[in-house]
């Protein structure tokens, strides 16, 4: 079956513009996390969706960064006022519940590059 | 809090012979524990997760793990490594506690394995 999605796959952007970022998750799964990853490091977390709640956003940088998923499916991470700090792959991984012995499945990423 | 080691950043081994990426974490509690692969330009893939029971986990691709609650580490291990498994490898810790946080994965920094012919 299609796995998670995520488009773009690239974005190039420049300073102080507005992003966003959209992901599509394995059809049926009900929670939804957006992860950022550096070059040479492992991947960190920035939302936690269950169904159409945020269910956990503590890892958000600051307020620049907002994401949603209105009918519970898609979500779209928004990016205000990019600096070159956001540069980065933005990775999304959806499970099938909320238990969190589910494992994630992640997407191939969008390598955001801000210039 | 909760982190994960992962202290080699790169782990060279000749195809055939048997492979270790090391992982230790620190949790408060039992953690539930998680191995992901990823080749380049890719996302991540799941190999295999310590939930409960046994501690010898098999996951995909011939890879196992063990988790030793003493030393409190999760290796990732194959008796015979493949040019193929050349990629960069994630551990990952869990929270196993009832809060509405600790959903996340926590992942440590990877370890680039290299196998040669």
């Known amino acids: 079956g299609a796995g998670v999605s995520q488009t773009p796959s690239n974005k190039v952007t420049e300073k102080g513009k507005y992003v966003e970022l959209r992901c599509d998750p394995i059809s049926g799964h009900t929670a939804l996390y957006w992860y950022r990853q550096s070059l040479g490091q492992g991947p960190e977390f920035l939302i936690y969706?269950?169904?159409?709640?945020?269910?956990?956003d503590s890892g958000l940088p600051n307020d620049r960064f907002f994401a949603v998923r209105p009918e519970g499916s898609v979500s779209t991470l928004k990016i205000q006022r990019t600096e070159r700090g956001d540069s980065a792959v933005y990775l999304c991984?959806?499970?099938?519940?909320?238990?969190?012995?589910?494992?994630?499945?992640f997407g191939p990423g969008t390598r955001l590059t801000v210039l | 809090a909760q982190s994960v080691a992962q202290p080699e950043d790169q782990v060279n081994v000749a195809e055939g012979n048997p492979l270790t990426v090391k992982c230790t974490y620190s949790?408060?509690?039992?953690?539930?524990l998680f191995w992901y692969v990823q080749y380049p330009n890719r996302g991540l893939q799941f190999l295999l997760k310590y939930i409960t029971g046994d501690n010898l986990v098999k996951g995909s691709y011939g890879f196992e793990a063990e988790f030793n609650k003493s030393q409190t580490s999760f290796h990732l291990k194959k008796p015979s490594a493949l040019v193929s498994d050349s990629a960069l490898y994630f551990c990952a810790v869990r929270d196993r506690g009832d809060s509405n946080s600790g959903y996340a994965l926590n992942f440590g920094k990877g370890t680039s394995l290299l196998v040669t012919p």
């Open positions: 991984a959806s499970s099938l519940s909320h238990l969190k012995t589910d494992t994630q499945y």
């Open positions: 969706f269950q169904g159409t709640g945020a269910a956990d």
């Open positions: 949790v408060s509690g039992n953690p539930y």
